[in-house]
C-alpha cells in the first residue's frame, strides 16, 4: 500500500535510492528516542559520485543538485529507520550541509537549498528545518556535498 509521503515522492518524480552503506567504522544513523540522526550522506547519484568543487570546477545549479541528491540519500535512510514507513516522520529538525568551494565562494546557503527545498517538498510543513550550510577546503571522495540530518519520528 502506497502511503501519502511515497505518494509525494512520486508526483515529485523522485525515486529513492537504496539507503547507503557506510564507507567507514559508523552506523548510518542512530535513534535516540523519538529523535534519529542520519550520518552525513555525501553526493551520488545514479551515475555515481557527485564530485567537484563549488566556485572552481562546479556551477551553483551543479550544487544545488548534489545537495538534493544528498537529501534523497537523508530520505532512504530515514525510510530505513522508520522501518519503511515514512508517515512516521514528525519532523526534519536540523540539517548541517558542508559545500566543497573555493575560499571566496559565499553561496552556500543557496547549494545546501537542494536538500532543504526537498524536503519542504516531500514533507510539507514538517520539513522545515533548522540548518547550517558550511564551506568547506575538501569533503571525502572530493564529493561536492554532503549533509547530515536529525529527524523526529514516532
Do not use: W
Amino acid at each position: 500500500m502506497t502511503n501519502a509521503i511515497e505518494t509525494r515522492l512520486a508526483e515529485l518524480g523522485l525515486s529513492l535510492p537504496d539507503a547507503p552503506a557506510p564507507a567507514a567504522n559508523y552506523v548510518p544513523y542512530v535513534q535516540s528516542g523519538a529523535l534519529v540522526f542520519i550520518s552525513g550522506q555525501i553526493s551520488a547519484g545514479p551515475e555515481g559520485l557527485i564530485c567537484g568543487k563549488l566556485g572552481a570546477d562546479l556551477e551553483l545549479e551543479a550544487g544545488v543538485a548534489a545537495a538534493r541528491a544528498c537529501g534523497l540519500a537523508l530520505i532512504a535512510q530515514l525510510r530505513a529507520a522508520c522501518g519503511g514507513d515514512l508517515t512516521r516522520v514528525v519532523s526534519v529538525v536540523k540539517l548541517t550541509g558542508f559545500v566543497n568551494c573555493t575560499p571566496d565562494f559565499t553561496d552556500q546557503p543557496k547549494v545546501v537549498n537542494g536538500c532543504s527545498d526537498l524536503m519542504v517538498a516531500v514533507f510539507g510543513e514538517a520539513g522545515r528545518h533548522a540548518r547550517a550550510a558550511v564551506g568547506a577546503p575538501s569533503l571525502p571522495l572530493g564529493v561536492a556535498v554532503e549533509i547530515e540530518g536529525v529527524f523526529e519520528i514516532s
